[in-house]
Antibody
Framework: EVQLVQSGAEVKKPGESLKISCKGS????????IGWVRQMPGKGLEWMGI????????RYSPSFQGQVTISADKSISTAYLQWSSLKASDTAMYYC?????????WGQGTLVTVSS | QSALTQPRSVSGSPGQSVTISCTGT?????????VSWYQQHPGKAPKLMIY???KRPSGVPDRFSGSKSGNTASLTISGLQAEDEADYYC????????????FGGGTKLTVL
């Protein structure tokens, strides 16, 4: 069974760093693109970026380029989304999803709250 | 790339059909047959309902169908049921090496 399991909710202060994870199982992790999607409170889905764990080829939406870093460790079948300096406006639910004729499999989401 | 344009809300009575539109440009929706649709219930992760414009993943009822004409894709839900009430998002491949995918703004479906 294909599963994407994300790390737990985080509460951080502005300016702090953060790295959240998405662990894939039940399939060849290196063979499918993994995307990250933001959903701010009460808002729609926003495509942030995507990584191919096989060779770490990574693409970013212009809205998120330079704001976040997407990476992957294929040895442990895990993709990451990280921030070096969080802002209050980063408060949102973040989803990872496997790109496979559409985003067929989704993680459960990681809620990130940034507040002083 | 700009977000794809969807109506903010649509509604229908049980048993009726509704159609949700998703308008892009020739650089995304109109240029590729890679439009997908997602259903999201409150507090849940999105669920893939349609991919490659009109294909249904296994387990998705055939009441859900997708189509495309020019720069506009559509999701049609026939025989509306109460559990279809949710937010729906379209997504399209945009062909850019650096920014390959774009979502629509989302549509709230209300079953009256």
């Amino acid at each position: 069974e294909v599963q994407l399991v994300q790390s737990g909710a985080e509460v951080k202060k502005p300016g702090e760093s953060l790295k959240i994870s998405c662990k894939g199982s039940g399939y060849s992790f290196t063979s499918y693109w993994i995307g990250w999607v933001r959903q701010m409170p009460g808002k729609g889905l926003e495509w942030m970026g995507i990584i191919y764990p096989g060779d770490s080829d990574t693409r970013y939406s212009p809205s998120f380029q330079g704001q976040v870093t997407i990476s992957a460790d294929k040895s442990i079948s895990t993709a990451y989304l990280q921030w070096s300096s969080l802002k209050a406006s980063d408060t949102a639910m973040y989803y990872c999803a496997r790109q496979d004729g559409g985003y067929r499999y989704w993680g459960q989401g990681t809620l990130v709250t940034v507040s002083s | 790339q700009s977000a794809l344009t969807q109506p903010r809300s649509v509604s229908g009575s049980p048993g009726q059909s509704v159609t949700i539109s998703c308008t892009g440009t020739s650089s995304d929706v109109g240029g590729y047959n890679y439009v997908s649709w997602y259903q999201q219930h409150p507090g849940k992760a999105p669920k893939l309902m349609i991919y490659d414009v009109s294909k249904r993943p296994s387990g998705v009822p055939d009441r859900f169908s997708g189509s495309k004409s020019g720069n506009t894709a559509s999701l049609t839900i026939s025989g509306l049921q109460a559990e279809d009430e949710a937010d729906y998002y379209c997504c399209s491949y945009a062909g850019s090496y650096t920014f390959p995918w774009v979502f629509g703004g989302g549509t709230k479906l209300t079953v009256l």
